[in-house]
C-alpha cells in the first residue's frame, strides 16, 4: 500500500462520495475526493430522508441534518386555476419514536444542505473537495489504480491532466460514471418507457402558500407540484412537472419557456407570479443496476437516480440517496480494514453479496410505485386514473398512490443470508422446505437476526468498579447519583469499531470472561472492538458475586452498563437470566447473535485476517 501516493480515491462529491470520504477519514485512512463540476450543487433534487438514514448520520457524528430535515408537509390537491383544496391529506402520519427506533419519520432536506454540511465534517479531517476535477480513465492491476484525472483551470481556461496512483477508487460519478464503464460492469434494466415526461427544479414564487405541498392538475395529463422550502430563501418551491400531453425536452434550458409554463400549469394568472427558475433539469426514470458493485481495486457506490453507479431508478420511493449512503458506509468500513492490513479483501466480496439483494429489491418497489402513480400498474387494488369529462377533476386515486409503507423507512433493511453474518439463535431450515426472505422488509415484532439493523436502547447507567471509584460492599456501584448520566446505544455505535454486547445477569458469569479472553486473542487490534456487559436493572442481582469479578480491572477498556428501563434487553430479545452475545458492525448492522466465545470467535474469523494465537502473525 506504501507505493501508492493515495489510499482511496473517491470520485464524486455527492452524497455518495462525501458519505464515503467521512466513513474513511474517521477511520484514519487519506482520501481524495474529486468532482467535475465547477461549482457545488444547487438543486435539491431528492430531498427524502428515510429514518434508517437519519441512524447512519447519527453513527457518523453528524446531526445537523436530522436538526435542520423538516417534517413532510400535507398535500393538497387542486384544479389548475383554483387555490381551494379539493383534499389535503399526509403522505406519511406522523409515527411516535420509540426507544428502539428513535428516528421514525422520513424528513426532508435539499441535497445542496445536505451536501454542505457533509463538507463542512469532512473538512474537519483535512479533507476538501476538488471540484473541476473529473476522472478520465483508469487501469489497476493487484497492486494500485493509476487514474487518469483532468483538472479544469478556471484562470486560464485549460485542462491539466495528472495521474494518481491510488490503493482503491471508489466511483460515486452519476447514472453516466467512467468507473462503471471502464470496468465494463452489466448496466441492467430499462428506461421508463411510459408516456410521461418529467421535469424537476426550483424556483421563487410570489403569493404562494407555505403551508402545504401544492399540487395542480392531474397525473393522468398533466401536473405542477409545488413544494415549499425555505432552504431557496424567500418564497422557494420545490417544483416537479409531469405531462403525458406536453413536450418538455428543452424547457430546462429556457428559463422564460420554463416560467410562462409553470405559470400556465398553475393557471391563476397573475396571483402567483414566478419570480426566478434557480435550476431545472429534465429526466426521464429508469430501473438500471449493475451485477457486482466492484472489480479488484475499483467500487461503485450510490443509488440515486440524481448521481448513481449500481442502480438508476424511479425517484418516486424516496429511496435513490438513502441507498447511496448506506452503500457507502457499508462499503467503506471494510475497506478502511482492508486497506490496512486487517481484513482479508475477500471481506470486499461481502459488499455485493450483501447489498445487491438489498438494491434488487428497492428497484422492484419503486418501479411498482412509479407504475401505479402512471395508473400502469398490474397489483390488485391499484386504480387507474380517472378525469371528469370536463377535466375539472383532480386525480382521485392521487392519495392512494403517494401512500408509502413502512418498509420505505428501510428499518427493515438486512443482510441476514450474507456469508459473514453468524446467528446461533436462528431457526434451523426445514429439509426441502423453501424459506421466502426479503432483504427490504419491515421489522417484525419478536423476530431479531443476525443481519438486520441493531435498535437503539437509551437509559443506560454506567457501571463503576471498586477500584475504579468509591468502594462499596458489593464491590461494584452504578453511577446514577454520580453525575454521569445516562447513554444510549446509538451514542455508542461508531463506523470505526465493533460494539460487542455481552447481555449477562452478573459481572461474574464465565462468559463474560471469556468473550473478553476471546476478543483480545481474534481481533487484532483492542481498538477495533468496544466490548460492553449489559446488566439487568436488577440489584439483587448486581450484587449477587460482583466481589468475587475482578473483570473491568483486568480488561481494560472493558466497561458495563446497567439497562435501567430494560429498553436493551426487550429490544435485543433478551429473556431474564438469559446470555447472549451480540456483535454490531460498524454499520449498524447486527454481525452476529451468538451464545459465548467460541461464536464469537467464528463471526471475526469472517472479519480479520486468521493470526496464529502465540505470535499473532497472519496465518
Known amino acids: 500500500m506504501a507505493a501508492c501516493t493515495t489510499p482511496v480515491l473517491v470520485v464524486g462529491a455527492g452524497p455518495t462520495g462525501l458519505t464515503a470520504a467521512l466513513t474513511l477519514a474517521q477511520n484514519d485512512v487519506p482520501v481524495r475526493i474529486i468532482e467535475q463540476e465547477l461549482q457545488h450543487r444547487r438543486g435539491q433534487r431528492g430531498p427524502g430522508i428515510q429514518p434508517r ?231 426521464r426514470p429508469n430501473m438500471r443496476m449493475v451485477d457486482k458493485f466492484g472489480v479488484g481495486r475499483v467500487f461503485v457506490a450510490g443509488g440515486t437516480d440524481a448521481c448513481t453507479c449500481p442502480t438508476v431508478h424511479s425517484p418516486t420511493g424516496g429511496q435513490g440517496l438513502n441507498t447511496s449512503v448506506q452503500d457507502a458506509l457499508h462499503l467503506c468500513w471494510k475497506l478502511a480494514l482492508v486497506y490496512k492490513g486487517l481484513s482479508p479483501a475477500s471481506l470486499l466480496d461481502t459488499y455485493t453479496a450483501e447489498r445487491l439483494p438489498v438494491i434488487t429489491e428497492m428497484l422492484g418497489l419503486t418501479t411498482e410505485i412509479l407504475k401505479r402513480m402512471h395508473g400502469e400498474s398490474k397489483v390488485e387494488g391499484a386504480q387507474s386514473s380517472t378525469d371528469g369529462k370536463d377535466g375539472a377533476k383532480v386525480e382521485s386515486n392521487l392519495e392512494c398512490m403517494k401512500h408509502r409503507g413502512k418498509n420505505m423507512f428501510m428499518l427493515g433493511v438486512n443482510c441476514r443470508t450474507s456469508p459473514i453474518v453468524v446467528d446461533e439463535f436462528a431457526p434451523a431450515s426445514t429439509p426441502g422446505v423453501t424459506v421466502v426472505h426479503s432483504a427490504y422488509g419491515n421489522i417484525e415484532e419478536g423476530i431479531f437476526r443476525a443481519g438486520d439493523r441493531a435498535p437503539d436502547a437509551p437509559d443506560l447507567v454506567p457501571v463503576a ?105 426487550r429490544g435485543y430479545l433478551i429473556e431474564q437470566d438469559e446470555i447472549k452475545v451480540i456483535a454490531i458492525r460498524p454499520d449498524g448492522v447486527v454481525g452476529a447473535i451468538v451464545r459465548g466465545a467460541k461464536g464469537l470467535e467464528r463471526y471475526f474469523d469472517g472479519v480479520f485476517e486468521k493470526r496464529d494465537v502465540g505470535t499473532g502473525e497472519v496465518l
Open 53 to 283: 438514514t437519519f441512524e447512519v448520520f447519527h453513527f457518523l457524528r453528524v446531526p445537523e441534518i436530522n436538526e435542520r430535515a423538516t417534517f413532510v408537509l400535507p398535500l393538497q390537491e387542486h384544479n389548475k386555476g383554483s387555490l381551494e383544496a379539493l383534499k389535503t391529506f399526509t403522505v406519511s402520519p406522523y409515527t411516535e419514536p420509540t426507544p428502539s427506533i428513535p428516528y421514525y419519520n422520513p424528513k426532508l432536506i435539499g441535497q445542496q444542505t445536505l451536501e454542505a454540511i457533509l463538507r463542512e465534517h469532512l473538512a474537519k479531517f483535512g479533507c476538501t473537495v476538488e471540484l473541476g476535477t473529473r476522472l478520465a480513465s483508469f487501469t489497476q492491476d493487484d497492486q494500485c489504480v493509476r487514474a487518469k484525472i483532468v483538472k479544469h483551470r478556471t484562470d486560464q481556461a485549460e485542462e491539466v491532466e495528472e495521474v494518481v496512483e491510488a490503493a482503491y477508487l471508489i466511483g460515486a460519478d452519476g447514472a453516466r460514471s467512467v468507473t462503471r464503464k471502464q470496468l465494463q460492469l452489466t448496466f441492467g434494466g430499462s428506461t421508463w418507457e411510459g408516456t410521461c415526461r418529467l421535469l424537476r427544479g426550483r424556483a421563487k414564487l410570489t403569493n404562494g402558500s407555505f403551508q402545504h405541498w401544492h399540487h395542480f392538475g392531474t397525473i393522468s395529463q398533466e401536473m405542477i407540484s409545488l413544494r415549499p422550502t425555505d432552504e431557496l430563501g424567500k418564497d422557494g418551491y420545490q417544483l416537479l412537472i409531469t405531462s403525458r400531453v406536453r413536450e418538455l425536452k428543452g424547457l430546462a434550458q429556457d428559463e422564460e419557456a420554463l416560467m410562462n409554463c409553470i405559470k400556465e400549469l398553475i393557471g391563476l394568472g397573475d396571483d402567483v407570479k414566478v419570480k426566478e427558475v434557480m435550476w431545472a433539469s429534465e429526466f
Open 465 to 569: 468498579n471498586s477500584n475504579r471509584a468509591a468502594s462499596n460492599a458489593s464491590g461494584i456501584s452504578t453511577l446514577r447519583g454520580k453525575g454521569l448520566g445516562s447513554t444510549r446505544l446509538f451514542n455508542i455505535f461508531a463506523p470505526t469499531y465493533h460494539t460487542i454486547l455481552i447481555f449477562a445477569p452478573t459481572l461474574a458469569d464465565p462468559v463474560v470472561s471469556s468473550v473478553l479472553a476471546a476478543l483480545q486473542q481474534c481481533v487484532p487490534k483492542n481498538t477495533l472492538v468496544r466490548p460492553l456487559v449489559v446488566l439487568p436493572d436488577t440489584l439483587p442481582d448486581l450484587h449477587r458475586g460482583v466481589e468475587t469479578s475482578s473483570t473491568l480491572d483486568q480488561t481494560p477498556g472493558v466497561e458495563a452498563l446497567v439497562d435501567q428501563a430494560g429498553h436493551a434487553y
